[in-house]
């Protein structure tokens, strides 16, 4: 195998497909990356036992053949060697890189016992692939890190004809997002759990200038853009169903500004240690945020409108609290209240009328537990 391609297209190339390779392993082939040079095209494949991804990037191909390389070490390599073009040639056991004056010799690893790369499962439709990255980082700050509980380590993708739902919850939140989508077949209906990490590397990889095509089975969903693919391992069970726990009867209702609101949280969170709470007063147009006990202390007062109550105190997690405001980017967010150590809706919108009124249902809603106010 003998090719000659662009530094950088190459190292970026390798550290896209990289991004799948276990960081510790009993099978030392999974750290390797699969180079396939023919056609005037360089594929670069590698996988784990969850994982897989594919990339194919223009080359000038003197010679096709395979190598298998270890991928960390390619990328190492590639991240110091100078612009330009890059000669890169199998001599006997090693595969040579050239850059300028710099040369590298890398070992190769075995092919024949390399797995097979997974096929793409079949293309069911394509979707926007910024709006779909931005929907799961909304929800994955909900997902449960706990992998003793795997089924709450993963994001639920649900599909309903042309709408798709994306939801995580850890059991103390819940975040929903809904979003369009535009399947190639009738009818379509998908019910699957996809690991929150795995879903974030591919969403987070994505160019956001064009749409991704979307492909699923009963054992893996898949993920097509321009010359990239990846496959990520379902995960096994269910999240629980949300539409009962959203349904909050005559909640109070608090409208705020989201920058002021998710800056004043961050602020005054600062002193908020261990399990301490972030305390938020509502009395008539304002809200109090107050934390800490008696050494530090924090507090900001800002303007909101309250419906529903003359008043009501409540307290969160500062962390959780942090995190789902931070999901947002809608300019105004409502707070849906059923009152001390009770569900709490957050909601984005884009006026204070529409947050009042309330006229529709969000695309993006996050639940969370309140807790004991402060003493």
């Given at each position: 195998m003998e090719f000659r391609i662009e530094c950088r297209a190459l190292t970026d190339a390798v550290i896209w497909a990289a991004r799948v390779l276990p960081n510790r392993s009993t099978v030392p082939l999974l750290g390797g990356l699969l180079l396939e040079a023919e056609d005037g095209r360089l594929r670069i494949s590698g996988l784990d036992y969850e994982a897989s991804a594919c990339?194919?990037?223009?080359?000038?191909?003197?010679?096709?053949?395979?190598?298998?390389?270890?991928?960390?070490?390619?990328?190492?390599?590639?991240?110091?060697?100078?612009?330009g073009v890059v000669e890169c040639v199998v001599e006997g056991a090693r595969f040579s890189m050239t850059g300028g004056s710099a040369r590298f010799g890398l070992s190769m690893l075995p092919l024949d016992d390399y797995p097979t790369l997974p096929d793409l499962p079949p293309v069911?439709?394509?979707?926007?692939?910024?709006?779909?990255?931005?929907?799961?980082?909304?929800?994955?700050?909900?997902?449960?890190?706990?992998?003793?509980?795997?089924?709450?380590?993963?994001?639920?993708?649900?599909?309903?004809?042309?709408?798709?739902?994306?939801?995580?919850?850890?059991?103390?939140?819940?975040?929903?997002?809904?979003?369009?989508?535009?399947?190639?077949?009738?009818?379509?209906?998908?019910?699957?759990l996809v690991s929150t990490r795995?879903?974030?590397?591919?969403?987070?990889?994505?160019?956001?200038?064009?749409?991704?095509?979307?492909?699923?089975?009963?054992?893996?969903?898949?993920?097509?853009?321009g010359g990239t693919q990846s496959t990520v391992r379902l995960l096994d069970g269910r999240l629980p169903r949300h539409d009962k726990l959203f349904a909050m009867a005559d909640p109070v209702g608090v409208v705020a500004d989201w920058e002021e609101l998710a800056g004043s949280v961050a602020r005054v969170a600062v002193v908020a240690?261990?399990?301490?709470?972030?305390?938020?007063?509502?009395?008539?147009?304002?809200?109090?945020?107050?934390?800490?006990?008696?050494?530090?202390?924090?507090?900001?007062?800002?303007?909101?409108?309250?419906?529903?109550?003359?008043?009501?105190?409540?307290?969160?997690?500062?962390?959780?609290?942090?995190?789902?405001l931070s999901s947002f980017h809608a300019p105004v967010v409502r707070l849906d209240l059923m009152g001390p150590g009770q569900r709490a809706m957050i909601t984005g919108w884009s006026s204070r009328e529409d947050a009042l009124g309330r006229a529709t249902i969000p695309a993006h809603q996050h639940l969370l537990m309140s807790v004991k106010p402060l003493a």
């Amino acid at each position: 195998m003998e090719f000659r391609i662009e530094c950088r297209a190459l190292t970026d190339a390798v550290i896209w497909a990289a991004r799948v390779l276990p960081n510790r392993s009993t099978v030392p082939l999974l750290g390797g990356l699969l180079l396939e040079a023919e056609d005037g095209r360089l594929r670069i494949s590698g996988l784990d036992y969850e994982a897989s991804a594919c990339i194919e990037v223009d080359a000038e191909i003197v010679r096709p053949g395979k190598a298998l390389v270890m991928g960390r070490r390619l990328a190492d390599v590639g991240r110091v060697l100078p612009d330009g073009v890059v000669e890169c040639v199998v001599e006997g056991a090693r595969f040579s890189m050239t850059g300028g004056s710099a040369r590298f010799g890398l070992s190769m690893l075995p092919l024949d016992d390399y797995p097979t790369l997974p096929d793409l499962p079949p293309v069911l439709g394509e979707v926007d692939a910024e709006e779909l990255a931005d929907a799961v980082a909304q929800v994955s700050v909900a997902a449960g890190r706990d992998d003793s509980l795997p089924t709450l380590t993963g994001v639920r993708l649900a599909l309903d004809g042309d709408r798709m739902t994306l939801a995580a919850t850890d059991r103390y939140r819940f975040a929903v997002r809904t979003l369009t989508w535009k399947p190639v077949v009738e009818d379509v209906s998908a019910d699957v759990l996809v690991s929150t990490r795995r879903l974030s590397e591919i969403t987070r990889s994505f160019d956001r200038s064009g749409a991704c095509r979307l492909a699923l089975d009963g054992g893996s969903a898949g993920f097509e853009q321009g010359g990239t693919q990846s496959t990520v391992r379902l995960l096994d069970g269910r999240l629980p169903r949300h539409d009962k726990l959203f349904a909050m009867a005559d909640p109070v209702g608090v409208v705020a500004d989201w920058e002021e609101l998710a800056g004043s949280v961050a602020r005054v969170a600062v002193v908020a240690e261990g399990s301490s709470p972030l305390q938020l007063t509502f009395s008539g147009g304002s809200l109090l945020l107050q934390a800490g006990y008696e050494d530090d202390v924090a507090s900001q007062r800002l303007d909101v409108e309250l419906v529903g109550a003359d008043e009501m105190t409540v307290a969160f997690d500062p962390v959780y609290l942090s995190n789902a405001l931070s999901s947002f980017h809608a300019p105004v967010v409502r707070l849906d209240l059923m009152g001390p150590g009770q569900r709490a809706m957050i909601t984005g919108w884009s006026s204070r009328e529409d947050a009042l009124g309330r006229a529709t249902i969000p695309a993006h809603q996050h639940l969370l537990m309140s807790v004991k106010p402060l003493a």
